[in-house]
């Protein structure tokens, strides 16, 4: 698996390549019991030192004025949904499983890739957009927004931000 997300990151195999490596090296056959029996113990350890707070500050603005919100990532949606749920999003959306008769993970049903994240956005669209990502994947939503902020991103998102007078956090 490290070597499929190694692979990803020198941008030899897109989200899709990388979601198939994890599916296949990590949930694949395992019980959907386990990963979300499991994720809250998991958030409790590793989720603060995550959060990026020039972020949180305007998603807590954001809440405080009404606007509706929602969390898109292409990682889990066991994962995605209790993060959701821990800071309190509108929305959300994750990559989603298919589940056998036993309850093991059997397949990849929805993977929530850029466009599926543009899609959701423009449903869910308010009078103003706006759009954080940390992922030149994300390019369609950025595009759309009303506003594109690009948090941390790497070389490549950071020079494309820079030309397009994106905000960069």
């Given at each position: ?43 409790d350890l590793f989720l603060k030192p ?39 999003f509108d929305f959300w959306q994750g ?75």
């Open positions: 698996m490290i070597f499929g997300f190694i692979r990803y990151e020198l941008g030899s195999i897109d989200l899709r390549g990388l979601h198939h490596v994890v599916f296949a090296s990590i949930l694949q056959g395992r019980p959907y019991s386990f990963f979300t029996d499991w994720v809250d113990p998991f958030l995550f959060l990026y707070q020039p972020v949180l500050e305007r998603y807590r603005n954001a809440k405080k004025t009404g606007h509706p919100t929602f969390l898109l990532s292409s990682s889990p949606d066991f994962l995605v949904g209790a993060i959701a749920r821990r800071l309190g990559t989603e499983y298919s589940i056998d008769k036993e309850g093991r993970i059997c397949e990849i049903s929805t993977l929530i890739d850029a466009a599926a994240k543009l899609q959701f956005a423009k449903k869910m669209a308010a009078a103003k957009n706006i759009a954080y990502s940390d992922s030149e994947e994300d390019l369609p939503l950025l595009e759309w927004a009303d506003e594109a902020i690009v948090v941390q991103p790497r070389l490549g998102l950071k020079f494309l931000a820079k030309q397009r007078n994106w905000e960069v956090l």
